[in-house]
């Protein structure tokens, strides 16, 4: 099951939440300024132990304060035109988001707009490439059994529900 839900990540009731952050897993701003206010502190140490993540890979923390069971920090690639790999590096977060849930046996996860804030990838093409891994994974795996993906604004909210009714007319 696929869901949009248009909020703040660190509200939703789901086992696990991605956070969009960066190699250093140290903070930042938008989504993953949000989660770290929101866990409390706690998180910043266990980031610092873990030491940082490669770009298109994901490490997972519990979630403190949040009122869910993990979070997996996922490091999206900055959009620099599309030539350097971009798509499946953004992919493959997606891909390695899904299968750390399965092997922690995870019944929902929750993604935001990975990319589409600082990192400035194309929505359009973001979701594209979201929406299609999930369904791959889903096609052939029943966990998580449900994937939400959470927008900040409408806008986004509407190109999630578009691409995926694209993908099922296909
Ligand atoms: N809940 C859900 N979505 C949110 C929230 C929230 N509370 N806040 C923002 N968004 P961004 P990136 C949306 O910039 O592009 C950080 O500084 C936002 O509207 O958070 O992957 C990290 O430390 C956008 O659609 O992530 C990295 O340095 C989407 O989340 C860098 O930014 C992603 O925007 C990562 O950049």
């Known amino acids: 099951m696929i869901e949009v839900y248009l909020g703040d990540i660190t509200r939703l009731h789901v086992d696990v939440i991605v956070n969009a952050a960066n190699r250093h897993l140290l903070g930042g701003g938008g989504v993953d300024g949000a989660i770290y206010r929101a866990a409390g502190p706690r998180l910043l140490e266990a980031c610092r132990e873990i030491g940082g993540c490669p770009v298109g890979d994901v490490r997972a923390t519990p979630a403190f304060s949040i009122p869910v069971k993990r979070i997996y920090h996922t490091v999206g690639p900055v959009w620099r ?89 296909r």
């Open 81 to 169: 035109g599309g030539n350097l790999g971009e798509p499946e590096l953004l992919a493959s977060c997606y891909r390695q988001c899904l299968a750390l849930a399965r092997r922690e046996h995870a019944r929902s996860i929750a993604f935001p707009a990975i990319s589409c804030g600082v990192y400035d990838y194309p929505p359009e093409q973001a979701v594209e490439i979201a929406v299609e891994q999930v369904q791959q994974h889903l096609d052939r795996d029943c966990q998580p059994q449900r994937v939400v993906f959470c927008c900040f604004d409408e806008a986004m909210a509407e190109l999630y529900r578009q691409q995926l009714e694209a993908y099922v007319r």
